[in-house]
Each structure stands twice: as structure tokens, then as C-alpha cells.
């Protein structure tokens, strides 16, 4: 079982924020996880993932956006959501130091890390995780977006399901394209924003938390391989 660890960050501005580092005994890597624009850190999804993630060897520090920790309902402003992931980066980078970075988040958690990233490169961060990119509202098709994704220099991974009403994958596909060798795309068969599946499918949502863990892990391994090559 990892160990995990209550910890508090300000956020530029002076706010503080929770969040929870869980940490299993042979992490290799950290990842700096955010979540979703209608649930906290604590949402089952999120607490299921780094428990998943954590039995491949992903240690993650999930975190509270200030509107979220203060029991708003609106998600605060790009401005404070991407400030607030630059601060999570160096809270993690500090409570966990030595482990390889990567961060991302659920939907809007994801997107908001990507922003921060196209503003300017996270510190330590050598890849961005996507859960279910948002790449439209609901069933409202369109690109706008992902232009930010062509500024991050960051290796990217895409997890995305095939009912997911935020990301119509004939949209998506030529996105990741054109981003080349720093996109990769995972996709998951009739799994929704939420990696729910369909009873048809024959696979149960815990499964799938399995393989967005492990995927996660074998991606992280691949990009670090790539790394050290172009180092030496």
C-alpha cells in the first residue's frame, strides 16, 4: 500500500490549497495530477487512479484548484487554474525530490496543466497526461481549444475514450498528427469522458483504470528511454 501525506501549497496571490501525495515504496516516477471542473482531488475516479497508478510504480500528487477548496461551484479564471498548476509542480518537485515529473489531470485538470505548460515550460516536468482531453463543450464539436498544444514542448499522452461527448476523435486524431513524435493517442473502445463502459463492452471500469495506469507507466518509460538518448 503507498503512504499518503496531507499537504498544503499557496498558490500565487496568498491562497492555500490541499493536497495528498501518495507515494508507493518503489515509486519511479511523480505525477502531478489535477482534477476535473466538477469534482475534487477526492472524487472516486481520482482516488481509484492513484491507486491504480500506484501499483505500477506511479507515485501522485493530487491537488485542489482555490474554487474547489473554498466549495465554489465555478471554476476560478485560466489565470488562477494555471498558476495553481506551476504551484503544484514545485510543491510536488519539493515533497518528493529525486522523482521524475510528469503532470496532467482529469478533463478540464489536464487541459489547464497544458495551458501552463504552452505559457512556459513546467520545471522538471518531462511529460503531460491527459485523461479525457477536453477538446470541445459537450456534443459541440470544434478545435479551438488545442491550439495552445502546439506551444508545449513536453512529450503529451492522450487517454480518450470512443463515446467521449468533450473529444470527437475524428478531431483529435489529426491534432495528435500534427503535434508528430510529442503526441501519443490511447484510445479505449466504447469508454465515455468518464471511463465509463458500456456492459456490452465486457470490460468493467476497473479494468480500464488498470490500463489508463498502465499505459501511464509504460508511456513515462518510453519518453524517458527517448530522453536519455537525445542526451547523450
Same mark, same amino acid.
Given at each position: 500500500?503507498?503512504?499518503?501525506?496531507?499537504? @498544503?501549497?499557496?498558490?500565487?496571490?496568498?491562497?492555500?490549497?490541499?493536497?495528498?501525495?501518495?507515494?508507493?515504496?518503489?515509486?519511479?516516477?511523480?505525477? #502531478?495530477l489535477?482534477?476535473?471542473?466538477?469534482?475534487g482531488? %477526492?472524487?472516486?475516479?481520482?482516488?481509484?487512479?492513484?491507486?491504480?497508478?500506484?501499483?505500477?510504480?506511479?507515485?501522485?500528487?493530487?491537488?485542489?484548484?482555490?474554487?474547489?477548496?473554498?466549495?465554489? @461551484? #465555478?471554476?476560478?479564471?485560466?489565470?488562477?487554474?494555471?498558476?495553481? #498548476?506551476?504551484?503544484?509542480?514545485?510543491? $510536488?518537485?519539493? $515533497?518528493?525530490?529525486?522523482?521524475?515529473?510528469?503532470?496532467?489531470?482529469?478533463?478540464?485538470?489536464?487541459?489547464?496543466? %497544458?495551458?501552463?505548460?504552452?505559457?512556459?515550460?513546467?520545471?522538471?516536468v518531462? /511529460?503531460? #497526461?491527459?485523461? /479525457?482531453?477536453?477538446?470541445?463543450?459537450?456534443?459541440?464539436?470544434?478545435? &479551438?481549444?488545442?491550439?495552445?498544444? *502546439? &506551444?508545449?514542448?513536453?512529450?503529451?499522452?492522450?487517454?480518450? /475514450?470512443?463515446?467521449? *461527448?468533450?473529444?470527437?476523435? %475524428?478531431?483529435?486524431?489529426?491534432?495528435?498528427?500534427?503535434?508528430? %513524435?510529442?503526441?501519443?493517442?490511447?484510445?479505449?473502445?466504447?469508454?465515455?469522458?468518464?471511463?465509463?463502459?458500456?456492459?456490452?463492452s /465486457?470490460?468493467?471500469?476497473?479494468?480500464?483504470?488498470?490500463?489508463?495506469?498502465?499505459?501511464?507507466?509504460?508511456?513515462?518509460?518510453?519518453?524517458?528511454?527517448?530522453?536519455?538518448?537525445?542526451?547523450?
Amino acid at each position: 500500500m503507498p503512504t499518503v501525506e496531507k499537504l @498544503r501549497f499557496a498558490v500565487e496571490g496568498g491562497v492555500q490549497v490541499s493536497a495528498l501525495l501518495s507515494r508507493p515504496a518503489k515509486a519511479s516516477r511523480l505525477l #502531478v495530477l489535477a482534477h476535473g471542473a466538477g469534482a475534487g482531488m %477526492s472524487h472516486p475516479f481520482m482516488e481509484n487512479l492513484a491507486g491504480e497508478l500506484a501499483n505500477v510504480g506511479v507515485a501522485t500528487l493530487r491537488y485542489q484548484f482555490p474554487y474547489m477548496e473554498q466549495h465554489r @461551484r #465555478v471554476p476560478d479564471g485560466p489565470a488562477v487554474l494555471t498558476a495553481t #498548476v506551476v504551484a503544484a509542480v514545485q510543491a $510536488a518537485a519539493e $515533497a518528493a525530490p529525486g522523482l521524475p515529473l510528469l503532470a496532467g489531470g482529469k478533463s478540464m485538470g489536464g487541459r489547464m496543466t %497544458s495551458q501552463a505548460a504552452a505559457q512556459h515550460p513546467l520545471d522538471g516536468v518531462r /511529460g503531460l #497526461v491527459f485523461f /479525457g482531453f477536453p477538446l470541445h463543450p459537450p456534443n459541440r464539436p470544434g478545435t &479551438k481549444r488545442a491550439d495552445h498544444l *502546439a &506551444k508545449v514542448t513536453a512529450p503529451m499522452l492522450f487517454l480518450q /475514450g470512443t463515446r467521449d *461527448a468533450l473529444a470527437d476523435l %475524428s478531431l483529435l486524431r489529426p491534432i495528435c498528427a500534427k503535434l508528430g %513524435s510529442l503526441a501519443t493517442l490511447h484510445v479505449i473502445e466504447t469508454a465515455d469522458h468518464s471511463f465509463h463502459m458500456l456492459k456490452k463492452s /465486457g470490460r468493467s471500469d476497473a479494468e480500464v483504470l488498470q490500463e489508463l495506469a498502465e499505459t501511464v507507466a509504460s508511456w513515462s518509460n518510453e519518453i524517458r528511454r527517448v530522453s536519455r538518448a537525445d542526451f547523450h
